[in-house]
């Protein structure tokens, strides 16, 4: 069952450059990610976001338009593309650092949609921050709301000023997924499931937590269910996280259990539900680990 989809995020170009100097460059953004790999699982796809009409732009707007993504009408900007620069050391690892102006455009929304996704700055960043929430307050009478903090530390700030933004929108969202990695970060905790389990206590119907290599683990109304990870030949993980929140929105989707009027079902799914959505994010997932880049995988590649 397809369902129509509004993300709400930042859409900019990730600049690489290795140890040695090379240099590539390539679309990127976590709810670009999620907005890609939705429209390529079958869902039409809206995102509001902000571009500059520039040669960077230009190649997000052939990304999103080769995998079917509609950019909303004031998505496009007489402005510079924002980037995120990251430096690879000879390990492999990256320092960031990020040329990003977050100040979107809400005009020209598509009506009638059954889910809102938002996702990393978007969220939490100034001035646009507000907008996003704006946007959610406004859907969640008719929508489900999603949500996944998808922190950039070096971007964000002192996780301590970041909670209660990151907070505000888990409290209007219905499902909420973050990596073990960012609620540790959000919380200087090692006690990460309690604070994830905590989240429905404002408000979601389902809270979610990958944990890497030790698969993932949802709760709801339910109770706490575990999923193993889905073993598989690792390439890179980039976009990985963000394939496994399009993950669980096709399933809710696939089963019937999306749109406001569909709350109290989303509520009461049972733990065997449950099970199944967090196995079908982790297969999806799997398959964009399993080659590089943020490449999710098409509706007509699953078997």
Avoid: C
């Avoid at 990393?120 to 959610?136: E, Q, R, W, Y």
């Avoid at 406001?260 to 733990?271: D, E, V, Y």
Wanted: no cysteine; hydrophobic share 45%; aromatic share 4%.
């Amino acid at each position: 069952m397809n369902a129509r989809f509004l993300i709400v995020g930042e859409a900019l170009t990730d600049i690489v450059v290795d140890a040695d100097g090379v240099r590539r460059e390539h679309p990127g953004g976590s709810p670009l990610n999620v907005a890609v790999a939705l429209s390529r699982l079958g869902h039409p796809t809206d995102l509001l976001t902000r571009i500059g009409n520039d040669a960077r732009g230009d190649a997000i707007r052939a990304h999103l338009e080769a995998s079917g993504v509609r950019l909303t009408a004031g998505s496009s900007v007489a402005a510079p593309t924002s980037t995120a620069l990251a430096q690879l050391d000879v390990t492999g690892a990256a320092t960031y650092e990020f040329d990003l102006l977050w100040d979107p455009d809400p005009s020209g929304l598509p009506a009638q949609i059954e889910a809102v996704h938002t996702s990393s700055i978007a969220a939490v960043l100034d001035p646009g921050a507000s907008t996003v929430l704006d946007v959610l307050r406004s859907r969640r009478e008719s929508a489900t709301i999603s949500y996944d903090p998808n922190a950039r530390p070096s971007l964000m700030g002192a996780p301590e000023l970041v909670r209660e933004r990151v907070e505000a929108s888990i409290a209007l969202s219905d499902v909420v997924k973050a990596s073990d990695e960012d609620v540790a970060w959000l919380y200087g905790t090692d006690d990460v499931e309690d604070v994830v389990a905590s989240w429905r206590e404002l408000g979601p119907a389902l809270t979610v937590m990958t944990r890497g290599a030790e698969g993932a683990v949802g709760f709801a109304e339910s109770g706490r269910v575990q999923v193993s990870p889905v073993v598989i030949d690792a390439v890179d993980t980039v976009g990985a996280g963000d394939t496994f929140s399009a993950g669980i929105l096709d399933a809710l989707a696939a089963k019937g259990l999306l749109g406001a009027q569909k709350r109290p079902a989303l509520a009461a799914m049972p733990s065997v539900e449950v099970a199944s959505l967090l196995r079908r994010a982790a297969a999806l997932a799997a398959i964009t680990v399993s080659r590089a880049g943020a490449n999710p995988p098409w509706s007509h590649e699953l078997s």
